[in-house]
């Protein structure tokens, strides 16, 4: 059984960065590639960023492209999303989420990812 638990959230005023963290169980970390998502409240789960199971390929949404980093650290089983120049509209549940081996669904779609941690709240103030 594969668990994802999400930290680093919190309450930010707009300009201002944190940093959340992914930690995972399990000795086949380093074979898949991650992700980070989020939720608003009212809104649908959208895709923020991915990774690739090395480090060497990054994704992200355009609405966050510049602002946040994702990476990771195999040797740690973690997966980092540095985030920077926070908006409000960047207030959300953050999620991250293993992806599927070997699949063909594109990375931003949340059907692409098959185990989810429990999320971590960030709520930007104006």
């Known amino acids: 059984q594969v668990q994802l638990v999400e930290s680093g959230g919190g309450l930010v005023q707009a300009g201002g960065s944190l940093r959340l963290s992914c930690a995972a169980s399990?000795?086949?970390?380093?074979?898949?590639?991650m992700g980070w998502f989020r939720q608003a409240p009212g809104k649908e789960r959208e895709f923020v960023a991915a990774?690739?199971?090395?480090?060497?390929?990054?994704y992200y949404a355009d609405s966050v492209k510049g602002r946040f980093t994702i990476s990771r650290d195999n040797a740690k089983n973690t997966v980092s999303l540095q985030m920077h120049s926070l908006k409000p509209e960047d207030t959300a549940v953050y999620y991250c989420?293993?992806?599927?081996?070997?699949?063909?669904?594109?990375?931003?779609?949340?059907?692409?990812?098959?185990?989810w941690g429990q999320g971590t709240q960030v709520t930007v103030s104006s």
């Open positions: 989420a293993r992806r599927v081996m070997f699949s063909s669904t594109h990375y931003s779609l949340s059907n692409a990812y098959d185990y």
């Open positions: 399990g000795r086949t970390f380093s074979n898949y590639a």
């Open positions: 990774i690739n199971w090395s480090g060497t390929s990054t």
